[in-house]
């Protein structure tokens, strides 16, 4: 274990790993935002996030969900300062857009608004309705973040930026992981990640939309 992570090749597989793992929590949690839309005024809804609150496995899975979050930021940052002092003047380049993409220029930068994102969204929801206990239910909570447009509008461009991080991290993890860009599982497995990405950040900015244009 003190070789994976003291070996910066070690590191990389794991943050993807981690990356992955929380691909998979984004489809999740999708899964139960998709909730708000039902036609039931909230009922369904409400009966998810309290057994997510209920739940001791759900409990479990938000410790690791916490571990998974905090090394992916913590790696990324160490990763990035060790990459800048191999390279402390930069290489001379000519036109970066012609070798490299802007998503994988701009992994720290993207990161870094879906961090800030994330601890307004936690505030917003898991410690403003869980832990202060607020006088609403969690339906109601978010019904009320969605009628504002600043709250849909700074959620709609976080989302965008996820979207970018999502597709190009995912598409590293996989290299870092050993699955060569010429391989033709690694072909497809690009494929459905650009699918699913897609399909995973329009449906969560339709979401806030609806929710908006309804209340107003």
């Not at 929380?22 to 009966?47: C, E, M, P, R, W």
């Not at 060790?82 to 380049?93: D, E, L």
Request: net charge positive.
């Amino acid at each position: 274990m003190r070789g994976v992570f003291s070996s910066s090749i070690g590191r990389k597989a794991v943050m993807a790993i981690t990356g992955l793992f929380l691909f998979i929590f984004l489809i999740v949690h999708l899964g139960g935002n998709l909730l708000l839309l039902k036609q039931d005024s909230g009922a369904a809804f409400n009966t998810y996030a309290e057994i997510l609150e209920s739940s001791i496995l759900i409990r479990i899975s938000e410790f690791i969900l916490i571990f998974g979050f905090l090394f992916h930021i913590i790696e990324a940052i160490l990763l990035t300062i060790k990459n800048k002092k191999a390279r402390p003047i930069g290489y001379a380049v000519v036109n970066a857009s012609a070798n490299s993409t802007w998503a994988s220029r701009n992994m720290d930068l993207t990161g870094s608004v879906i961090f800030v994102f994330l601890v307004i969204h936690l505030k917003s929801f898991t410690i403003d309705n869980r832990l202060m206990g607020a006088n609403e239910t969690m339906y109601q909570s978010v019904i009320t973040a969605f009628s504002s447009w600043w709250y849909c509008l700074i959620y709609i461009i976080s989302i965008i930026f996820l979207g970018i991080h999502l597709r190009h991290g995912v598409q590293s993890a996989f290299q870092s992981l050993g699955i060569s860009y010429h391989n033709k599982l690694f072909l497809l497995f690009h494929k459905i990640i650009k699918v699913l990405t897609i399909g995973i950040i329009v449906s969560f900015i339709i979401i806030p939309v609806i929710i908006y244009f309804k209340q107003i």
